[in-house]
C-alpha cells in the first residue's frame, strides 16, 4: 500500500526566504506526481503535475523535482510572499491516487 | 476551458437528516470524476469515483452513496446523515490515464448536529 509522507507538517518563514517543502513516498511504481495548493475552507488548486519520466517542473516561483527512485519530491519556492501562505499538498498517482497529509506554510510580513 | 461547480458550498444538517451535494463539470467529456473527503485534522480520503455514467466505485463503506446520471454530474447522497459524516467534501475530474492530473472544486462544508 502506498504511504505519502510530507514533511515538515507546518512551516513559518519571514518574507523573502526560499524555501523546500518534501514529500516522499514508499512504492516508486507511480504514473505522476501532482503538488496542489489549499487555502483554509477552499477546494485544492493544481501547482505542478510531474509525470514519472520526468526530473522536475516549473512554474513561475515554483518548481518540484521528482526522484522516483529514491521515492522523493521537493517543491521549492522562491522568495517566498505572504500570499504564498497556504496548505501545500503532494499527491501521488500509482494503482490509485494517494495524498500526503500536508504541509501548512505561514509567510510573515 | 474546464471550470468544475460545486454546491452548495455551506450545509447545516441535523442528524437522520438527507444529504445531496452537486458536483457539475464544464468544458470536457467523459470525465472521471471523485468524492473527497477531508476531516478536520485528517488528510484526504477517496470515497467514490466514476469513470462513466452510472458506474460508482466505492473504496470506503459507509452510509454515503454516490451516482452519476449525467456524463458530467456527479452527486454525493445519504438517506440519514451521522455525526461523523461532517466534514470538507471536495469534487474533482481528471482526465485518467497515465496523465492523471485532477482538479478540484471548491468544496462543501458539511457539519452535522
Redesign the interface.
Known sequence: KQEVTQIPAALSVPEGENLVLNCSFTDSAI??L?W?RQDP??????LL?I?SSQREQTSGRLNASLDKSSGRSTLYIAASQPGDSATY?C?V?GN??T????TRLMVKP | SQTIH?WPATLVQPVGSPLSLECTVEGTSNPNLYWYRQAAGR??Q?LFYSVGIGQISS?VPQNLSASRPQDRQFILSSKKLLLSDSG?Y?C?WGTGG??????????S?LTVL
Open positions: 504514473y505522476n501532482q496542489f475552507g477552499k477546494g485544492l488548486t493544481s503535475l509525470q499538498l499527491a498517482l490509485m491516487l495524498f500526503g497529509g500536508g | 460545486q488528510g484526504l477517496l473504496e470538507f471536495l474533482a497515465d496523465t492523471g492530473e485532477l482538479f478540484f472544486g471548491e468544496g462544508r
